[in-house]
């Protein structure tokens, strides 16, 4: 479309220097974890590149998220906003309201049909579609419309991803995540409670720049999401050694030894916390004394207490603990009926054993 | 009525109940029983592996008590047990085990393999698979008074030579007293002297005993042949006897498998508790001794060890009862590797020392025991056994060994203080 402004005339508009934009794609890149070959092609892609629209949509969520993304250091989202995206739909960033806000998005929508981008951050109730609506239209009647015209979803935070805390246990609502309902369109999770800052917008620039990232088997980008928690952390010499907190005022907290004991999901959480940090770099969970709560993982919350360790079991064992117990009552209730049987019949047969008809008449 | 396969079959579905059920899920096959077996450490053939002489048991409670098996058994998955299979499997359980328990000592998850054993046997006797031998003593014993045969002249004949010899009066079937005395066929054929021995003993002590004349027999040839309606009527006519004649207690004599047979099984074989105590001769003996009824005199200078009986230490509980009465007057006790609870057997045990066939490997077991007496050298082998008495007799002369074997009650009556007629004596 002719009237799409591109993004180096974009900046020249802006006054962005061609430095500061090289720089903001090495960043980009090495946040990213990939080669220094790959900065001029970001560099080429994002140049040549028309502003895609985005269209965000919040739904049961604490906008957490938000929040988090708009404290992102680099890429900012005031760089991406300016530089590489149109963000025509954001309920909580926008001035619109009302109608108004509506219509920018349905606007959006009939302008860049099958080409814009749709982010989610929070989860959707299928129960009852009244528990969480926008302008009078439901939740799961947004995202399937909006849906239907986009290129790509990218479902940010724990929530969008994998239902989060609506989804956890008893869940009244009957939260579910995007890919439970839109099963025809690419999806990136980008899992996290918030995700990191920088992580999201990491995310959103590697897809306008070089398309759909490679995603591990829970549909998380493999640069941010590839390593376990426990495998990048400072701490983890002390796991190695056996050196551990047990409490949180105790010597072992004092000199910052491992958490496990205290119940640090590490081991099984898969996120960039130990390497990208958070604020700028400054620090993440367990730097600041606390086990991490593996919140990018699935159903983080019902396993089984923050506070025990990964060794105690976890998740729903409770209840299938009860299943099995049950089960395993009946099979042994009619399994033992069904050996007294054998055993009464045995019984019954039994022919007094004289110690002369001891031998075989034949 | 005829041993049958489907009688032994029966009679192994009886056997099978919850404990069997737990220990055939609980096995995990570690092997460690293996180890614990004479005839397997003796031979390291692996057929001898304790769990598997009791595969055909398995089998059937695999295939007719399990929801799995039985589906498993419907395409034919689990096999049926045949005649030839109990016929397979006849020398490992009649041949290849003497019941010592080493196996159930050790087993990690608490498999009673020993009591398999006893119950698997059940089946195969049934079935008519039992040995020639134990059948045999079966029938003279129930149709007479003993698995020898008739042996009430020999008793009579062995008491009067006891009364002569130490010229203490024994009275048979006299009511009220404290206990009656039964003895293993193996003592009256062959060690008469613990009648002597006994005479003296409980003469110095002020115990009054007698022996029943219908009823003198202890050993109990249905606990080996595994037939609880055989056993069941052998250990009725010791209680009718005892309860006739109104005493305190039965003791048990120097015999393994009558030990257990009478103390152990019995209860449950005749279906209610007895009205007397059973007591082993050797446990009623450290009882003495320490009520200080029982005083030794003098010192025994040679080299003494301890040949523990598998059915009245390992699996009866008598253990240091022995012990304390040789340390009363040997100067030279000296216990083999393993001794007490651990003990290797003489290989005789369980109905294998009658059974013929079984002779070369009985031989090829005594290995292990023999390996430990040879380390320690004794000049005295001291058991509490008339049937361990008779197979290391036998052995020994086998691999021409030295040693002599005594019986712990008469070795306790050779030292026995009864020169000062005043103090304990009643008449």
Redesign the interface.
């Known amino acids: 479309m002719p009237n799409k402004p591109m993004l180096k005339d974009l900046m020249k508009t802006h006054g962005v220097s061609r430095r500061a934009f090289m720089k903001y794609c090495a960043s980009l890149a090495s946040v990213m974890a990939l080669s220094p070959a790959m900065v001029p092609r970001i560099a080429e892609a994002l140049e040549n590149a028309p502003r895609t629209s985005v269209i965000w949509l919040s739904f049961q969520e604490c906008t957490g998220c938000t929040e988090a993304i708009t404290r992102s250091h680099a890429p900012t989202i005031e760089d991406m906003i300016f530089n590489a995206i149109s963000l025509d739909y954001h309920h909580t960033l926008q001035a619109a309201s009302g109608h108004a806000a509506e219509e920018a998005r349905e606007h959006a929508m009939k302008e860049h049909w099958g080409e814009y981008l749709v982010v989610v951050d929070g989860s959707i109730p299928i129960k009852d579609p009244g528990y969480s609506t926008i302008a009078g239209i439901s939740n799961l009647d947004m995202l399937k419309d909006t849906a239907a015209g986009a290129a790509a979803i990218v479902s940010v935070g724990t929530c969008a991803a994998y239902g989060g805390v609506g989804h956890a246990d008893p869940n009244p609502t009957g939260a579910v995540a995007v890919s439970e309902i839109i099963k025809d369109k690419p999806i990136i999770n980008v899992p996290g409670c918030p995700p990191i800052p920088v992580v999201m917008t990491g995310v959103l620039a590697h897809f306008l720049s070089l398309g759909i990232p490679e995603l591990d088997e829970l549909g998380r980008p493999k640069a941010f999401f590839g390593n376990a928690i426990h495998d990048r952390c400072y701490r983890r010499p002390f796991y190695d050694k056996g050196l551990f907190a047990n409490g949180f005022d105790d010597e072992g907290a004092k000199e910052g030894w491992c958490l496990y004991k205290l119940g640090c999901k590490g081991p099984t959480t898969k996120a960039a916390c130990a390497t990208v940090k958070w604020n700028n770099g400054v620090s993440f969970p367990i730097e600041a004394g606390h086990p991490c709560l593996g919140c990018t993982e699935p159903d983080f919350w019902d396993n089984g207490g923050f506070y025990k360790p990964l060794s105690v079991p976890s998740g729903d064992y409770r209840r299938l603990g009860l299943a099995a117990v049950a089960g395993g009552a009946a099979?042994g209730v009619?399994?033992g009926l069904?050996?007294k049987a054998?055993?009464a019949?045995?019984?019954k047969?039994?022919?007094?054993?004289?110690?002369?008809?001891?031998?075989?008449?034949s | 009525m005829t041993a049958t396969l489907e009688r032994g079959l029966n009679a192994l579905r009886e056997q099978i109940d919850a404990p069997v059920a737990s220990f055939f899920s609980s096995c995990v096959s570690c092997g460690l029983c293996a180890e614990a077996c004479l005839f397997y450490r003796a031979t390291e053939d692996p057929k001898y592996i304790p769990i598997r002489k009791v595969e055909l048991m398995r089998r059937i409670w695999s295939r007719e008590f399990t929801l799995l098996g039985r589906i498993a058994g419907m395409f034919g998955l689990v096999k049926n047990v045949t005649d030839q299979d109990l016929s397979d499997w006849e020398t490992l359980v009649y041949d290849s085990c003497t019941m010592c328990g080493r196996c159930t000592l050790v087993c990690p998850v608490g498999n009673d393999i020993t009591m398999m054993i006893r119950k698997m046997r059940e089946g195969m006797s049934a079935a008519g698979h039992a040995p020639v031998e134990l059948i045999g003593a079966a029938q003279r014993h129930t149709d007479g008074n003993s698995p020898m045969g008739d042996l009430s002249k020999a008793i009579q004949a062995q008491v009067k030579n006891a009364i002569n010899e130490t010229g203490i009066e024994i009275e048979f079937d006299k009511p009220g007293v404290d206990y009656m005395a039964i003895l293993s066929a193996q003592e009256i054929a062959e060690f008469p002297d613990v009648l002597a021995a006994m005479a003296r003993i409980f003469k110095k002590a002020g115990l009054t005993w007698t022996i029943a004349s219908d009823a003198f027999e202890a050993t109990n040839v249905g606990i080996q042949l595994g037939s609880r309606d055989v056993a069941r009527k052998l250990v009725q006519r010791v209680v009718d006897a005892a309860e006739r004649l109104g005493v305190k207690g039965v003791i048990s004599p120097e015999c393994g498998h009558a030990y257990q047979a009478l103390r152990w099984e019995g209860p449950n074989l005749i279906g209610r508790a007895y009205n007397f105590e059973v007591i082993h001769i050797v446990e009623l003996l450290d009882k003495l001794r320490a009520e200080g009824r029982l005083k030794t005199k003098g010192k025994n200078s040679q080299r003494v060890t301890f040949h523990d009986p598998c059915q009245i230490n390992r699996r009866g509980g008598i253990n240091k009862e022995p012990r304390r009465l040789l340390n009363m007057f040997s100067e030279d006790f000296v216990e083999t590797d393993d001794a007490g609870t651990f003990n290797w057997c003489c290989g005789g045990g369980g109905g294998v020392g009658a059974n013929e066939r079984a002779e070369p490997l009985r031989h090829q077991a005594f290995k292990m025991k023999k390996v430990q007496l040879d380390k320690v050298e004794p000049d005295v082998v001291v058991t509490m056994c008339a049937y361990c008495h008779h197979t290391l007799d036998n052995v020994f002369e086998e691999f021409d060994m030295e040693q002599e074997i005594v019986g712990l009650t008469e070795l306790v009556a050779e030292y026995l203080d009864d020169d000062d007629a005043g103090s304990g004596e009643k008449a």
Do not use: W
């Open positions: 099979a009619a399994g069904l050996a054998t055993k019949k045995a019984a047969a039994h022919e007094t054993v004289d110690a002369h008809d001891l031998e075989k008449s």
